[in-house]
C-alpha cells in the first residue's frame, strides 16, 4: 500500500504551526499572571506601610543614623578611661546641646537676614486726602456767592426792574512743597554685611517718606523760601484759624463776612482742654458736629481722627447703657453709621493743653488734594565719597485746597464766632 507523504507533511506542519501558537499564548498568560501577582505584592506593601505608625525623633533613633564614622574617629581621640564607659554613653554624650563641651558647638548658628521692626505710627490720611491734575501755579475759580431772582409785577410806565444779583467767585492757588533726603551707606554695609541693609535702608525710607507726608498734611506750617518749602497743613494756622471772635474758622461759608477759601471751618467743645463730662452731652456735641457739614458732603463723610480719641469716645454710653459705636464686620468702626479713619499724628486730648484740633469729619477728598509734582528724582551716588554710596531722594508736591467747607475740624476751646 502506497503512503500519501504529501498529506502527511502537510499535517504535520500543520500540527506544528498550532503548537506554536499554543505555546505563545502560554507565556502570553503567564505574563500577565506575573503581572497580577506583582501587582498584589505592590498593594500588600502599600497596606503594610499605611499601617505603621511614625515614632518622634529620639535620642536612639538619632544615634541609629548617626555618622558612625565620624563618631569613631571622636572615639579614637578619647582617653581609655572614656572609652571604659562604653561607646554608647560617648555616642549620647554627643547629642548633648547644653554644654559647648558636650556638642553644643555642633549645631551652626544661623543669622535670620529680616531685620526685625517694631510698631510704628500708623499713618492713615494719605489715603484719604484728594488727587487732582495741578502744575506749580494752578488757579482754581470757587464759588463765593450766588445769583438772585425776585417776584416779578406788572410793568408801570416809567418803571424798571431792579437789579438781581450775580454770582460771585473767588480764587484758589495751588503751593509747592519739597522733601528730600540722603542717605549714606558703606560699601561694606552695602555688599558684604550678612544681612541685607541696603533691602531695609530702602523699606526705612519709604516708611519715613509716609511719615513725613502724614505730617506735612496735618501740619505743614507752608513755608516758601530758599531752605525751605512745606505745604500748609489742615491743622496748621494756614488753614485753620480758631483766633477768638475774629478767626477765620468761625466765620460762614458764604455771605458777608464770609471765610477765606483756603481755611477751614471749626467747631468748639466749649471746654478749653477737652469735651463736656457727661456722655449725653459728648453724644449732643457729636451730633452737631456732623450738622455742621452740609448734606451733600454728609452722606459720604467719615470722622478721622488719633486712636487715643477713639478708644474714649468707644467708652461713651446711651441712655440704655449702649455703645455709640458700632464693629462691621468688615472690621470697620463706625459712629452714627459713619465710617473712621484713625491716624497716629492726629492730636490727641490730654485734658490739660487748651485749643487742641482734635477730630474731622466730612469729606477729606474733597476738602483737600495732593498730588506728585514735577520734580521726583532718587540718585545712587557712587562717586562723591570715597568707600560709600549715597543716595539721595527729592520729591516735590503740589497741594491746594478743595471746598473748605466739605468738612468741619472739632477743636476744644472755649473760642467761638463773634
Excluded at 484713625?342 to 477729606?364: R, Y
Amino acid at each position: 500500500m502506497e503512503l500519501n507523504t504529501q498529506a502527511l507533511e502537510a499535517t504535520i506542519t500543520k500540527f506544528d504551526s498550532v503548537e506554536t501558537e499554543v505555546k505563545q499564548l502560554t507565556v502570553a498568560q503567564q505574563a500577565q499572571i506575573d503581572a497580577i501577582e506583582e501587582l498584589k505584592n505592590e498593594v500588600a506593601n502599600m497596606a503594610t506601610k499605611s499601617a505603621q505608625t511614625f515614632e518622634p525623633k529620639t535620642a536612639k533613633s538619632v544615634l541609629a543614623n548617626a555618622d558612625f564614622a565620624d563618631l569613631f574617629k571622636q572615639y579614637g581621640k578619647e582617653t581609655s578611661e572614656v572609652k571604659q564607659r562604653g561607646f554608647e554613653e560617648f555616642a549620647a554624650k554627643a547629642l548633648n546641646l547644653t554644654n559647648p563641651a558636650d556638642g553644643k558647638m555642633a549645631i551652626a548658628e544661623v543669622l535670620d537676614r529680616d531685620i526685625l521692626k517694631r510698631a510704628r505710627d500708623q499713618v492713615g490720611l494719605i489715603g484719604q486726602v484728594g488727587s487732582r491734575g495741578m502744575t506749580r501755579n494752578t488757579r482754581r475759580t470757587v464759588t463765593t456767592g450766588f445769583a438772585t431772582v425776585q417776584d416779578g409785577f406788572e410793568n408801570v410806565a416809567g418803571s424798571s426792574w431792579p437789579d438781581s444779583a450775580t454770582p460771585k467767585l473767588g480764587e484758589i492757588k495751588s503751593h509747592v512743597a519739597k522733601r528730600q533726603g540722603k542717605y549714606p551707606i558703606t560699601d561694606e554695609a552695602m555688599v558684604g554685611a550678612d544681612i541685607n541693609l541696603w533691602a531695609d535702608l530702602l523699606s526705612e525710607v519709604q516708611i519715613a517718606e509716609n511719615e513725613y507726608l502724614e505730617r506735612s498734611i496735618l501740619f505743614g506750617d507752608g513755608s516758601d523760601t530758599s531752605t525751605k518749602r512745606s505745604m500748609r497743613g489742615i491743622l496748621s494756622s494756614k488753614r485753620l484759624d480758631i483766633t477768638n471772635n475774629s478767626g477765620q474758622s468761625w466765620k460762614p461759608t458764604y455771605g458777608t463776612g464770609a471765610r477765606n477759601l483756603d481755611f477751614y471751618p471749626a467747631f468748639p467743645t466749649g471746654v478749653s482742654t477737652g469735651m463736656a463730662v457727661d456722655d449725653d452731652d459728648k453724644i449732643n456735641w457729636l451730633i452737631d458736629l456732623m450738622r455742621k457739614v452740609k448734606p451733600v458732603y454728609r452722606a459720604n463723610s467719615k470722622f478721622y481722627m488719633h486712636d487715643d480719641t477713639m478708644q474714649e469716645l468707644k467708652k461713651i454710653r446711651d441712655a440704655y447703657q449702649r455703645p455709640i459705636f458700632t464693629d462691621y464686620q468688615d472690621g470697620s468702626l463706625r459712629v452714627f453709621g459713619k465710617e473712621i479713619v484713625t491716624s497716629d499724628f492726629m492730636p490727641v486730648l490730654d485734658g490739660s493743653t487748651p485749643d487742641i484740633s482734635f477730630i474731622m469729619f466730612g469729606q477729606l477728598d474733597l476738602a483737600f488734594n495732593v498730588t506728585n509734582g514735577d520734580v521726583s528724582k532718587t540718585i545712587l551716588d557712587e562717586v562723591t565719597v570715597d568707600g560709600q554710596v549715597i543716595l539721595k531722594k527729592s520729591q516735590e508736591y503740589f497741594e491746594m485746597a478743595g471746598a473748605n467747607d466739605a468738612i468741619v475740624i472739632g477743636v476744644a476751646t472755649t473760642n467761638s464766632g463773634a
